[in-house]
């Protein structure tokens, strides 16, 4: 899988898209606001790169939930994992694209996740608990089970999930594109994918 990040409106899409229409590969957007459908402008979607050359590119994951539900970094995943397989499955190159850091970091870095239902009870028993309380408690529950978590801007958030489960994070092997504003930096095997050469440094 070959991974393009970067911040936002920096070209991180029609660089996939050229690259994927090269390759035949399909993109896998991580982008958080992009699986709403019909919510194309405030989201930046930009659906026309992902024509090349008059073809257009298969893409997955945009425009999968409808605007008002609740979508999650847990539901992101699994349905990342469905298109990841059933792109594999017909020997395509998948290829990741987006800017929500999150999803990239749960997908590349393999965090194992499980659904955990909202725990009212223990949301009001945490919730007139002062920040530095809420913090303090969050690290001694990541102590005890190994966590890697680091959620230090939402810890009642944190908290109810540790209470419920935790997770591990495994290394993934995977090329990266990094697209700034104004200028792309390719490591050389995909310089040589977009230009028949590689990258001279």
Do not use: W
């Amino acid at each position: 899988m070959i991974t393009i990040l970067g911040p936002t409106a920096s070209g991180k899409t029609p660089v996939a898209a050229a690259l994927a229409a090269r390759t035949g590969g399909e993109i896998l957007s991580a982008d958080s606001r992009q699986v709403y459908r019909r919510m194309d402008i405030g989201t930046g979607k930009d659906l026309a790169d992902y024509v090349v050359d008059g073809h257009r590119v298969p893409y997955h994951l945009i425009d999968i939930a409808e605007p008002g539900t609740k979508y999650n970094l847990f539901q992101y995943q699994q349905d990342f994992h469905t298109a990841y397989a059933d792109i594999r499955s017909r020997g395509k190159l998948p290829i990741l694209c987006g800017g929500t850091g999150l999803y990239l970091e749960a997908v590349l870095g393999g965090y194992q996740l499980s659904p955990v239902p909202q725990n009212p009870e223990l949301r009001q028993r945490l919730s007139g608990m002062s920040l530095e309380a809420l913090t303090e408690m969050l690290a001694e529950l990541k102590q005890r089970s190994g966590s890697v978590m680091h959620n230090t801007t939402e810890p009642l958030a944190a908290l109810q999930g540790t209470a419920s489960h935790s997770f591990t994070v495994r290394s993934s092997a995977s090329y990266s594109v990094s697209v700034a504003r104004s200028r792309l930096s390719v490591e050389a095997p995909l310089a040589t994918m977009f230009t028949g050469h590689p990258k001279e440094s």
